[in-house]
């Protein structure tokens, strides 16, 4: 709706309440109201400013603006407008309960003009600059509403497409240019200015998913996730063009999820995108608003999921984003034992500020109402939980019980966890937790943290460093390979091999295989993905690894699809498909992906078998049974035993050696138990297992 014009009131001379209007135009000669067949002239009181006094009220009126040249402009006067946030939304902003902050702060383009606020709550003065007002500060200075902190004005004509910030003048006296905090879209880097946009008409038609998340049970339902850089999954790609390969590459793999790594607005182009600066802005570099939501239009339409990466952690000091956003400590911790991170050189979140969590809050319930993103990844809450997170002693302060625990951050993360999943029922948090953390993903009103799962940095550090060691030694280390069942239900877990894990130094999945051929290079990573995707716990792997890329990730460049050329690429074809059928397997067997959570769900055969370097374990769910044996040796094993909990025929379901998978077809076939007993059981059979190979059997 249009705002009514509403001039400021102010005392006459004679003591009779009367109403001004004032405006500034600098290098004016002139300014006359202009109101209906009426004209009148404005009083020039110096420094480019011109007022007129009136009796009542006008409720339409434009200025007529003479310049030095001679030459008149008509302009609309932004201060008759009344203001365009209403008492709730400042009470509730003042609560950090405004679950909808997007639609009340930052820039709205509306019918007739655009709409600026923010919160600045220590500004002695704020107004909006940009490329409609000739970055001039002295144009278009906002009005503060009471004690809220907030800043407003409303400025006719002003469309979408336009560049602005911020210009504040702190309560020192220094001039300050900062972009919105809240802005839908950021200038492309060098550029850090924001961006008004019109609101979305973006029609979706992904309401069968949506349906369906909102009543799906993600603990009982399988889920694989791929790991997605968008700047290098391939080059130069953008949100439109990644809706026709993207979607096509992920549903030919099975994966069920995406997650995209770091594309909330970043200044770095070739970065992981975890120095936000845009925390309501995607990525600009790859397409509009609108360019983001068809591409997770498209990928829902496909049946697969969306996760984002989420980073309420820290942010980076850019002198122009939210760092002392106001001249003072306004979104970070005024302490710097508390408001810095020393590893990152960051700032921290006050997350014990209402409007900070407000802000943070609100950002999660954007991305998922706003782009229906299922799920967030939450960045190094380790970092946010702990007070001496990185610290020395001496440069932490405890909290009010003299513990180490943030207890600010507790409180938000459930309040973020909670409010998220009553609000947009269906859609998942995901910890990137790297401690003991008691109850990450038990329920908050049971003291929980309340995510839904938490990746297991455990497993994922343990396995990889077993298989890493050469297979004559990984017997005495067979502990690495069977601890994480000790401790798999103490919460809900993901098991990622991740970016972090690809980088750096630490190889591949592929050049971590200690072997120099590539034929054992392959069948060791087949028979590790053969055990992954056997093992409780949702999957997750970072592009690339599904079809045993050969060299680290590098952001700056494409993945090396050319590994999959030549003479050497039938073995990462053989890979690549091979992914496809675990992930397949994955959803059609119940018994896989149904009790990830559930201690009924697991049994192990034998996992002393150190000797061999053989685990072997029962999974259970939906009604079904599965035995899975894992040769994690560089020796084939024949007449092997393993007890089995039935006498019925074991149906082979896969065999990480089959020649489709570029292995040697050894050993393959069905199990017909006899009534031996073994590991436990009333009956079992004998098999092959070929080295550094998976093999998996249902019970018919």
């Given amino acids: 709706m249009h705002p009514v014009a509403a001039p400021s009131s102010e005392k006459g001379s004679g003591g009779s309440v009367g109403f001004v209007i004032r405006t500034v135009q600098l290098s004016a000669r002139g300014v006359d109201v202009l109101t209906g067949e009426q004209r009148l002239p404005m009083h020039n009181t110096g420094d480019g400013i011109f007022e007129v006094r009136i009796a009542e009220p006008l409720e339409d009126y434009e200025l007529e603006v003479t ?43 509306r019918e007739h003009g655009t709409s600026f606020a923010v919160w600045a709550p220590h500004a002695a003065g704020v107004a909006v600059v940009g490329t409609f007002n000739g970055w001039n500060p002295r144009q278009h200075p906002m009005r503060a509403l009471g004690s809220s902190g907030v800043w407003e004005i409303y400025i006719p004509h002003v469309g979408p497409g336009e560049l602005y910030k911020f210009a504040i003048t702190a309560a020192d006296g220094r001039f300050l240019e900062k972009a919105d905090p809240l802005a839908k879209l950021c200038e492309q880097a060098p550029g850090s200015a924001s961006v008004t946009v019109r609101p979305t008409e973006y029609f979706w038609e992904d309401g069968a998913w949506c349906t369906h998340r909102a009543t799906v049970d993600w603990n009982t339902t399988p889920m694989s996730i791929y790991e997605v850089h968008l700047g290098s999954w391939k080059r130069g790609r953008n949100y439109r063009e990644l809706a026709e390969e993207l979607v096509d590459y992920v549903t030919d793999k099975g994966f069920t999820f995406v997650e995209f790594m770091g594309i909330s607005e970043h200044p770095f182009e070739p970065s992981w995108g975890y120095q936000v600066t845009g925390y309501y802005a995607p990525n600009s570099r790859f397409g509009s608003p609108d360019d983001l939501r068809y591409l997770v239009d498209r990928l829902h339409q496909a049946g697969i999921g969306v996760i984002m990466d989420w980073v309420p952690g820290h942010f980076p000091k850019d002198d122009w984003a939210l760092g002392l956003f106001d001249g003072e400590a306004c979104y970070e911790h005024p302490d710097p034992r508390r408001g810095e991170q020393p590893d990152w050189g960051t700032y921290v979140f006050d997350f014990g500020r209402t409007e900070v ?26 970092s946010m939980l702990y007070l001496d997170y990185s610290r020395n002693e001496g440069e932490w302060i405890p909290n009010v019980y003299g513990g180490r625990e943030n207890l600010d951050a507790v409180s938000f993360l459930q309040e973020t966890n909670a409010t998220l999943q009553r609000d947009v029922p269906g859609t998942l948090t995901i910890a990137e937790e790297s401690t003991s953390w008691p109850g990450v993903t038990a329920p908050t009103e049971e003291g929980g943290l309340g995510f839904s799962f938490k990746w297991n940095m455990g497993w994922m550090h343990d396995t990889l460093e077993y298989i890493k060691r050469d297979p004559a030694y990984r017997s005495y280390h067979h502990n690495e390979i069977t601890f994480a069942m000790v401790y798999a239900y103490s919460e809900r877990y993901v098991l990622p091999i ?32 053969g055990f992954m995707w056997s093992h409780p716990g949702k999957k997750l792997l970072f592009q690339g690894q599904e079809w045993g890329q050969t060299q680290e990730w590098n952001e700056h460049r494409g993945l090396d699809w050319a590994d999959m050329e030549g003479w050497e690429g039938e073995y990462h074809r053989g890979l690549s498909s091979l992914t496809s059928t675990l992930n397949d397997l994955y959803t059609s067997l119940p018994a896989l992906g149904t009790a990830d959570h559930d201690p009924e769900g697991f049994r192990w055969i034998a996992a002393d078998d150190d000797h061999n370097n053989v685990l072997s374990y029962i999974r259970r769910g939906g009604g079904q049974t599965m035995a899975c044996v894992i040769n994690f040796s560089g020796s084939t094993h024949e007449n092997y035993r393993i007890g089995l909990p039935e006498a019925a025929r074991w149906r082979e379901v896969l065999n990480t050696d089959d020649v489709r998978w570029e292995g040697a077809g050894r050993a393959g076939g069905d199990l017909l138990p006899e009534a031996q007993a073994s590991h436990g059981f009333g009956q079992s059979a004998t098999l092959t297992i070929p080295a550094h190979a998976a093999r998996w059997f249902v019970a018919e």
């Fill in 67 to 109: 310049w030095d040249s001679g030459a008149t402009t008509r302009l609309p006067d932004p201060y008759r407008a009344l203001p365009t946030i209403g008492e709730m939304d400042l009470h509730l902003i003042g609560e950090g309960r405004h679950e909808r902050l997007w639609n009340v702060l930052g820039a709205q383009v």
């Fill in 357 to 382: 969590r407000n802000f943070l809050v609100a950002n999660a319930l954007y991305w998922c109402n706003e782009f229906h993103i299922d799920g967030l990844r939450v960045d190094a809450v380790a």
């Fill in 498 to 529: 991740s970016h972090d894990e690809v980088v750096h130094g630490k190889g591949t999945l592929w050049s971590r295989m200690p072997a120099a051929a590539s034929w054992d290079k392959a069948a060791m990573v087949r028979g590790f993905l």
